[in-house]
């Protein structure tokens, strides 16, 4: 993981990142940091600058990749003019490439990737389709990325975020600079790039007028818009990343007359068990010899954002299966003091305004429930308790990191996700905090099986057509959501957070599952094949809840829905009345 800065100027110094902000950039990848900064000068042209600097969270590999990578390109040199590099900066997990774990450093991978392919573009002299051959890269990728790759030699800049926007990237620009950022600083302008495409700038100041009007006609994107709108001298181009879109194209069957019943033995059942296992293996691959992990038994390499609900317990109950077992597992459940329902003041050392939030107790359950089934494991249970004047003095700095997202629901979310990404709290009464590096989320459950009251409105109003179509919506938004603004929040402690849920091929999967197949909506519930009866067991997310029954997670599977800033009460935390998409006042 990384934190990416890029900048470049018209006939002005590239700007360097505020300290505001490069203190993000190095929270996000304490690691290593390097800046690459260059001028380029054409007689009767004004002279252009660029500055792209990354810091590194090191997570894969045996070493460290400092970032921007650097490769010269071999063309120049044959043409013995003065040598021109690519650069790249890399924010992401290539778990695959060509169908292929990557088990060395995967933002190596990539880099060597395109520098092939753009070193075979420079051969041909077929520069101006250079960006259609890092189209066919990105399509042999898979995992959650943001990137910025310096082409020198073309005078271009390619970048993009993955198809469904786990990692952030922003920007902002005027008539004669252009700035790309993993985080924005405390100032307002910041736009979140696109999800699901690939951008190109290109700067080369010898570009006639027409080819420049030619890049930009008939572009339908908001930063195209924005840097056309705003006078911007460099052209930028947008192009779809094609291969994603099997991803989101919903099975829109509806169910026969006779809806087959759903049961654990169903074979959707075992083919979401196989998706999930295949997923979190590929993402608790963990590193062993970085400099962030302590190779001290106790210390744990993973952590879990857990309420005690089902998605996040169904990861913990498959993780345990794949982790060895000797290696602790650290839970992190995080509730707040809310003077709305608690009261404005605690006692010292009174935690039941903590213990009485709804994700402690649901989290309590779930951990006996966790401890019965796996008993090898050792479940490092967080508590992590936040006072409202400990929320209250971050509530700055929270906001400012969700930006450009700016509502009260954003601020609740986020404030929960800041926190407990922290992962300082109580270890039966001891002060603890958490080396986990990577943290995994249940985040993606609900939208691809069905878990929002929404889906179960739909339903009511309208049937399985209602539902698929409401499915269909949740699908295509998955990359427009809120997952940039997640990173932006969790990536501040120098954490990655991994969302196995939203695996591409899982989200395939899903997509091209029939709706009774993953939902029980007028579906009574038949029997397990062990014979307990399962007829409680809510309709929304059904074929997840009964993988976790037939898990031996039987309450777990029970668990009704809840927000996140519900079960940890960060919800409505000042007084008044406020609504979650008012803005933050």
Not at 384 to 396: D, G, Y
Not at 405 to 414: A, F, K, Y
Request: with cysteine.
């Amino acid at each position: 993981m990384c934190g990416i800065y890029f900048s470049i100027g018209y006939g002005v110094d590239a700007s360097e990142p505020n300290d505001t902000l490069r203190e993000r950039l190095r929270c996000r990848g304490p690691d290593a940091h390097e800046v690459r900064s260059n001028k380029l000068k054409i007689p009767g042209h004004p002279w252009i600058s660029t500055r792209l600097e990354g810091t590194v969270l090191s997570l894969r590999g045996d070493n460290i990749c400092q970032q921007p990578l650097k490769g010269e390109d071999v063309i120049s040199r044959e043409h013995e003019a003065s040598p021109a590099e690519f650069f790249m900066c890399w924010n992401g997990e290539a778990w695959t490439i060509d169908g292929n774990p990557v088990t060395g450093n995967d933002t190596q991978a990539v880099f060597n990737l395109m520098q092939q392919v753009l070193y075979m573009v420079s051969r041909r002299k077929r520069a101006k389709h250079s960006e259609y051959h890092i189209l066919d890269v990105l399509a042999r990728v898979r995992g959650p990325y943001a990137f910025v790759f310096l082409d020198e030699h073309n005078s271009k800049v390619y970048f993009a975020r993955d198809c469904l926007g786990r990692r952030s990237l922003l920007f902002k620009c005027d008539a004669q600079s252009f700035v790309l950022s993993s985080v924005s600083d405390a100032h307002p302008g910041w736009t979140e790039v696109e999800s699901n495409r690939l951008y190109v700038l290109d700067y080369n100041p010898q570009m006639s007028s027409l080819d420049r009007q030619q890049r930009i006609a008939h572009q339908q994107d908001i930063l195209v818009d924005a840097a056309s709108s705003s006078g911007l001298m460099f052209p930028i181009h947008a192009l779809p990343i094609e291969w994603s879109r099997g991803l989101f194209e919903i099975n829109h069957d509806t169910p026969p007359a006779e809806i087959p019943l759903l049961t654990q033995d169903t074979v959707s059942v075992s083919a979401l068990d196989e998706h999930l296992r295949r997923s979190l293996d590929l993402r608790l691959n963990l590193p062993t010899h970085v400099p962030c992990y302590s190779e001290q038994q106790e210390s744990s390499r993973v952590a879990i954002l857990f309420s005690g609900g089902l998605d996040c317990c169904a990861l913990a109950r498959l993780a345990h299966d794949i982790l060895p077992f000797d290696e602790p597992v650290d839970l992190l459940n995080v509730a707040f003091h809310n003077p709305r329902i608690h009261g404005d003041v605690l006692a010292e050392g009174d935690n039941s305004a903590f213990e009485a939030c709804p994700d402690r107790i649901t989290a309590r359950a779930s951990l006996t429930e966790l401890t019965v089934m796996c008993p090898e494991r050792q479940w490092r249970f967080v508590e992590i308790n936040v006072p409202f004047e400990e929320s209250t003095k971050h509530r700055e700095i929270v906001t400012s990191l969700l930006a450009p997202h700016d509502t009260e629901m954003d601020l609740s979310i986020g404030l929960a996700l800041y926190f407990a990404a922290r992962g300082r709290g109580l270890v039966q009464g001891e002060q603890y905090r958490t080396q986990a590096s990577v943290l995994l989320s249940g985040l993606g459950a609900d939208e691809l099986f069905g878990g929002y009251q929404r889906h179960a409105t739909a339903f009511s109003r309208g049937g399985f057509e209602a539902l698929v179509t409401e499915l269909a919506l949740d699908t295509a938004r998955l990359g427009k959501r809120n997952l940039g603004r997640d990173d932006r929040i969790i990536a501040h402690w120098g954490r990655e957070a991994r969302y196995p849920y939203l695996d591409e091929g899982l989200v395939e999967w899903s997509a091209k599952t029939p709706v009774w197949e993953k939902c029980g909506f007028r579906n009574e519930v038949s029997p397990s094949s062990a014979g307990a009866p399962e007829n409680d067991i809510e309709s929304g997310k059904l074929v997840l809840r009964l993988l976790a029954s037939r898990l031996g997670l039987t309450g777990v599977a029970r668990e009704k829905k809840r927000a996140i800033q519900f079960g940890a009460r960060t919800a409505k935390m000042q007084r008044g009345k406020t609504k979650g998409t008012d803005a933050i006042s």
